[in-house]
């Protein structure tokens, strides 16, 4: 559709991972456009187009990637390291793949169009076990049976992880506790796990609280100072 009309009209692939691009990204694309160089960013996208290419002077791989989220576009270069890490996770760059991107910017003059150099790229659908810092749990004081209470026990003891849970209580009287699980309570989230806390709560009963890491700027050559002539 995109191809053909220069839209999508059935939606957007990506409108499926709003919720986790929102939650997990840092920044969108549009904003990036408009970065300075040597930005660290972590947004969630979709790769438009691959290029495989091996360097004329290095001879070594590397990729040159369109990318896009919901409201803009933005290529991206990726180059020996995060090529490795990709292997290293069995992932493959695909067209219409979904990603997580983390990336530097990259603007060499001003009126150079912006660029990212791809630090890591990981599936969309990983992000939620690998970057989810707590799981928020609501219930209600009034309306939560002790047997609902009782299966979210289980179901967080049978998904052992690395994400901790947090129970957010709806009291009677009008006020918000929060109770924060033992460590030994914490989670791996995934679409699965998720699935489960709305069977036993209803929709719209969890909140996920992320741990985004962008990267660190490149640090800048800064020439050794000439001693003064005596």
Same mark, same amino acid.
């Given at each position: 559709?995109?191809?053909?009309?220069?839209?999508?009209?059935?939606?957007?692939?990506?409108?499926? /991972?709003?919720?986790?691009?929102?939650?997990?990204?840092?920044?969108?694309? $549009?904003?990036?456009?408009?970065?300075?160089?040597? @930005?660290?960013?972590?947004?969630?996208?979709?790769?438009?187009?691959?290029?495989?290419?091996?360097?004329?002077?290095?001879?070594?791989?590397?990729? @040159?990637?369109?990318?896009?989220?919901?409201?803009?576009?933005?290529?991206?270069?990726?180059?020996?390291?995060?090529? !490795?890490?990709?292997?290293?996770?069995?992932?493959?760059?695909?067209?219409?793949?979904?990603?997580?991107?983390?990336?530097?910017?990259?603007?060499?003059?001003?009126?150079?169009?912006?660029?990212?150099?791809?630090?890591?790229?990981?599936?969309?659908?990983?992000?939620?076990?690998?970057?989810? $810092?707590?799981?928020?749990?609501?219930? /209600?004081?009034?309306?939560?049976?002790?047997?609902?209470?009782?299966?979210?026990?289980?179901? =967080?003891?049978?998904?052992?992880? !690395?994400?901790?849970?947090?129970?957010?209580?709806? =009291?009677?009287?009008?006020?918000?506790?929060?109770?924060?699980?033992?460590?030994?309570?914490?989670? !791996?989230?995934?679409?699965?796990?998720?699935?489960?806390?709305?069977?036993?709560?209803?929709?719209?009963?969890? !909140?996920?609280?992320?741990? @985004?890491?962008?990267?660190?700027?490149?640090?800048?050559?800064?020439?050794?100072?000439?001693?003064?002539?005596?």
């Amino acid at each position: 559709e995109k191809e053909l009309l220069g839209f999508y009209i059935t939606g957007h692939p990506l409108g499926q /991972y709003e919720d986790i691009i929102n939650t997990f990204s840092s920044t969108s694309i $549009r904003k990036i456009l408009d970065m300075d160089d040597n @930005i660290g960013v972590s947004v969630g996208c979709m790769i438009k187009t691959v290029q495989k290419k091996i360097s004329q002077k290095s001879g070594k791989p590397y990729a @040159i990637l369109t990318v896009e989220d919901l409201d803009g576009s933005v290529d991206c270069m990726v180059y020996e390291r995060a090529l !490795k890490y990709l292997e290293d996770n069995g992932v493959e760059l695909v067209e219409g793949m979904p990603v997580m991107l983390d990336a530097l910017t990259s603007k060499r003059e001003e009126s150079e169009r912006v660029k990212l150099m791809a630090e890591k790229i990981n599936p969309l659908d990983s992000v939620m076990e690998t970057h989810t $810092r707590e799981v928020h749990m609501h219930v /209600y004081e009034g309306s939560t049976a002790a047997e609902s209470l009782k299966k979210l026990k289980k179901l =967080c003891e049978d998904n052992p992880g !690395k994400s901790r849970v947090i129970i957010c209580v709806s =009291c009677a009287s009008g006020e918000v506790v929060f109770v924060e699980s033992s460590a030994m309570l914490s989670v !791996k989230t995934n679409g699965e796990f998720l699935d489960k806390i709305k069977d036993i709560l209803g929709e719209k009963r969890y !909140k996920l609280k992320a741990n @985004i890491k962008v990267p660190e700027a490149r640090k800048r050559f800064t020439p050794a100072a000439t001693p003064a002539a005596g």
